[in-house]
């Protein structure tokens, strides 16, 4: 019986290890990704490592990773969201016209928050009862939204902000209050998605949602939550994206839409839908965010952040369709 303890011990370990990697095999490998990234443009430019750049590098990119966990949430559930950037664009300038309007701060917080929800729960009211395609009608709310806000604003900067507004300029004991949104936010809903009952249930709409159906999931109500839900996130990242700088750009933030898709896609959320982590999305945004500071710091053009987002995805998207294969 001694001789077989450390036998049993080993095995028992290799097991824990292989179902780790098993479960969260794409946030291990972006976690070492972003480890390497950080041992190698630290030794090449140990600036890399100033307190003012970390502090960029997580929180700078806090409201594109709370963006990600609702676009995860609805990529999960088999559908896209192509507008996340115009709804974004919307609530900030509708956020900062309450505020300098004289209304309560907390109004000027709590309405884009709510109107994100309305919104995206009429997409998903349309995606699931009138079985529109999730792309055809988010194409058409993109189209709906920047459009109306150009009309609405003329493209007319919001300045004169006042100074109890910037939430995401804040701090407790040291650190930005962004990085206490994008980790309390991440935590919770990775243990919602895990352990609940309606968490479960987006997993297995995403998957099959005839089957779903068959099992008495009603995948039209989940499907509208999901929306909803996004554009609960939806509003929490435009608090910490409105609010971080002295100024509102009434416009559409360019290529926002494609970051937070991306960073739901490469964090290992299946773009067919059943599968996939809100930390994965949250852990790919701080990626993002690592490489862009890099290329800064090793001299390399900060465009080149495009094709080196579109080169992961590729890789992801490809590395998805052959681990499908594999279980089919």
Not at 59 to 69: F, K, L, Q, T
Not at 153 to 175: C, E, H, K
Not at 266 to 271: A, E, K, L, Q, R
Request: net charge positive.
């Amino acid at each position: 019986m001694t001789d077989m303890t450390p036998t049993v011990r080993v095995s028992a370990s290799r097991g824990t290890v292989t179902r780790l990697v098993q479960a969260y095999g794409q946030e291990l490998v972006i976690l070492a990704a972003l480890l390497v990234l950080f041992a190698v443009v630290g030794t090449i430019n140990p600036r890399y490592f100033s307190g003012n750049n970390l502090t960029t590098i997580f929180s700078g990119n806090a409201y594109v990773a709370v963006a990600a966990i609702g676009m995860a949430l609805v990529i999960i559930c088999g559908h896209i969201d192509v507008s996340v950037g115009s709804l974004i664009g919307v609530l900030a300038t509708v956020a900062g016209t309450l505020a300098t309007s004289h209304y309560p701060i907390w109004v000027a917080w709590l309405v884009p928050v709510l109107l994100g929800i309305l919104i995206n729960a009429f997409v998903g009211v349309l995606v699931a009862y009138a079985n529109i395609p999730s792309i055809v009608v988010t194409l058409g709310m993109l189209s709906v939204l920047k459009g109306g806000l150009i009309w609405a604003t003329n493209g007319a900067w919001i300045t004169n902000l006042p100074p109890d507004f910037f939430i995401a300029q804040s701090r407790l004991f040291g650190v930005p209050a962004p990085i206490y949104f994008m980790v309390i936010l991440t935590v919770i809903m990775a243990f919602w998605m895990s352990y609940s009952a309606f968490g479960r249930s987006i997993y297995a709409v995403g998957g099959n949602a005839e089957a779903a159906r068959t099992a008495g999931i009603p995948a039209k109500p989940v499907t509208v939550a999901v929306f909803a839900i996004h554009g609960l996130f939806a509003g929490l990242a435009t608090l910490l994206f409105a609010t971080q700088l002295q100024v509102i750009q009434s416009t559409v933030p360019p290529n926002l839409e494609l970051t937070v898709i991306t960073a739901a896609v490469i964090g290992g959320v299946s773009i067919l839908g059943g599968t996939g982590t809100v930390v994965g999305s949250t852990l790919a945004a701080i990626l993002f965010a690592a490489i862009s500071s890099a290329l800064v710091f090793v001299g390399i053009s900060a465009y080149w952040l495009r094709a080196v987002l579109g080169v992961l995805i590729l890789i992801t998207v490809l590395a998805d369709m052959a681990r499908r294969q594999r279980l089919t």
